[in-house]
């Protein structure tokens, strides 16, 4: 395994929950840090939590208190645990990691800053 493998995700209606998973390629993969960016039709693709194995770092404001990261280093797996669902949720969903230290210049937000990228899972949330 050389990238992460997604799965997950799928149609919900506004306010259910959904479950990402992605299983990371190796600790030494994500050991500058993971995130889950989402892309929706249209627009770019935006970073919506970034964390580490033991904290986040930033979490997009839409999401706070609705979506977590729940993690389980002994299966190298993060989650993108997603609560109350809307519709402004709809997107492609991404996981991401970086392998490489952080120098000045690098921004977490930017999709470029990661060596690893999940194949991406779409979620759609109906109103």
């Known amino acids: 395994q050389v990238q992460p493998v997604q799965s997950g995700g799928g149609l919900a209606q506004a306010g259910e929950s959904l479950r990402l998973s992605c299983v990371l390629p190796?600790?030494?993969?994500?050991?500058?840090?993971m995130a889950w960016f989402r892309q929706a039709a249209g627009r770019e693709r935006e970073v919506v939590v970034f964390?580490?194995?033991?904290?986040?770092?930033y979490i997009l404001d839409s999401v706070k208190g609705r979506f977590t990261v729940p993690r389980d280093i002994d299966k190298n797996t993060v989650y993108l645990q997603m609560n109350n669902l809307k519709p402004e949720d709809t997107a492609v969903y991404y996981c991401a990691a970086r392998s490489h230290p952080w120098k000045i210049g690098n921004n977490y937000r930017r999709p470029e800053s990661y060596d690893f990228w999940g194949q991406g899972t779409q979620v759609t949330v109906s109103s």
């Open positions: 190796g600790r030494t993969s994500s050991e500058y840090g």
């Open positions: 964390f580490n194995w033991s904290t986040e770092t």
